[in-house]
């Protein structure tokens, strides 16, 4: 499996080529969707496979629209997530659920699985930090109560944004 995740991030790598900053915070959630599988049900290679391409469509969003709105990347990314798995040999199965959940990744309620949580916990630890001002720290648990799907992700939030 180790040997498969470092070649969809290679594949991620390429895809983003020059753009440090889409790779860094795909890397970030990776890294966090890791974490929070210590704790958390999924299945790891799914999901981390999921996080190094949940953002995969904003290349083709820029391009195509000029944005990289959230319910763009999630138009866009799905048929360039589809193309990297496949050359890789991923059952379609994998595919799809990988797919789907790419396709939902700025959209809570439309999948509700325990691999979707978990990207979507990871995706905000990254984001929680570089979108919101933590500094309040009232203000900064409601929005953890919030947004964190996972029992790990909300931990996980509050020891890095709270520090408790």
Same mark, same amino acid.
């Given at each position: 499996?180790?040997?498969?995740?470092?070649? #969809?991030?290679? /594949?991620?790598?390429?895809?983003? &080529?020059?753009?440090? !900053?889409? +790779?860094?915070? %795909?890397?970030?959630?990776? =890294?966090?969707?890791?974490?929070?599988?210590?704790?958390?049900?999924?299945?790891?290679?799914?999901?981390?496979?999921?996080?190094?391409?949940h953002d995969i469509g904003i290349p083709e969003a820029e391009r195509k629209?000029?944005?990289?709105?959230?319910?763009?990347?999630?138009?866009?990314?799905?048929? #360039?997530?589809? /193309?990297?798995?496949?050359?890789? &040999?991923?059952?379609? !199965?994998? +595919?799809?659920? %990988?797919?789907?959940?790419? =396709?939902?990744?700025?959209?809570?309620?439309?999948?509700?699985?325990?691999?979707?949580?978990?990207?979507?916990?990871?995706?905000?630890?990254?984001?929680?930090?570089?979108?919101?001002?933590?500094?309040?720290?009232?203000?900064?648990?409601?929005?953890?109560?919030?947004?964190?799907?996972?029992?790990?992700?909300?931990?996980?939030?509050?020891?890095?944004?709270?520090?408790?």
């Open positions: 499996m180790e040997e498969r995740i470092r070649r #969809v991030r290679a /594949a991620m790598e390429e895809y983003f &080529g020059t753009d440090g !900053r889409r +790779i860094d915070h %795909a890397l970030r959630v990776t =890294a966090f969707a890791n974490r929070l599988l210590a704790d958390e049900p999924g299945d790891r290679e799914l999901v981390l496979a999921t996080a190094l391409l629209y000029g944005s990289s709105a959230g319910n763009l990347q999630e138009a866009e990314g799905p048929p #360039v997530a589809r /193309a990297i798995l496949s050359r890789l &040999g991923y059952e379609e !199965r994998f +595919i799809a659920e %990988a797919c789907e959940i790419i =396709a939902a990744h700025h959209s809570p309620g439309e999948v509700e699985t325990d691999n979707f949580r978990i990207i979507w916990d990871a995706d905000w630890l990254v984001n929680l930090g570089d979108e919101c001002d933590t500094s309040d720290t009232s203000r900064t648990e409601a929005m953890i109560v919030k947004i964190f799907m996972t029992s790990a992700g909300r931990k996980s939030a509050r020891e890095i944004y709270i520090r408790r």
